[in-house]
Nanobody, 124 residues
Framework: QVQLVESGGGLVQAGGSLRLSCAAS????????MGWFRQAPGKEREFVAA????????YYADSVKGRFTISRDNAKNTVWLQMNSLKPEDTAVYSCAARGTGAAVRTATWYSYWGQGTQVTVSS
């Protein structure tokens, strides 16, 4: 069993930056593929970024490519999402997720463990 806790959300002006953290407990993350997803009010959950267990493979949604960076430190059991040049349309609850195999994937249903999420609000 893996427990995930996100932090780092908040209110930021458009153009600003935030760094989200996802801390894991219960199991080491070194063999888990990890992902970040977001859900805005009235919208479906959408993929943001994913990283393989080794960190060697990353994927991004087109809407965040070039602005967001996913990274991980398996020794710290932590995954981060660095978000730069934030836009009002990035406003959502951001959740991290883990899957029991090491590949990075974009599909939410392939993830077994989820955090509670952290709110990101970008004002214009």
């Amino acid at each position: 069993q893996v427990q995930l806790v996100e932090s780092g959300g908040g209110l930021v002006q458009a153009g600003g930056s935030l760094r989200l953290s996802c801390a894991a407990s219960g199991r080491t993350l070194s063999s888990y593929g990890m992902g970040w997803f977001r859900q805005a009010p009235g919208k479906e959950r959408e993929f943001v970024a994913a990283i393989s267990a080794s960190g060697g493979t990353t994927y991004y949604a087109d809407s965040v490519k070039g602005r967001f960076t996913i990274s991980r430190d398996n020794a710290k059991n932590t995954v981060w999402l660095q978000m730069n040049s934030l836009k009002p349309e990035d406003t959502a609850v951001y959740s991290c997720a883990a899957r029991g195999t090491g590949a990075a994937v974009r599909t939410a249903t392939w993830y077994s463990y989820w955090g509670q999420g952290t709110q990101v609000t970008v004002s214009s």
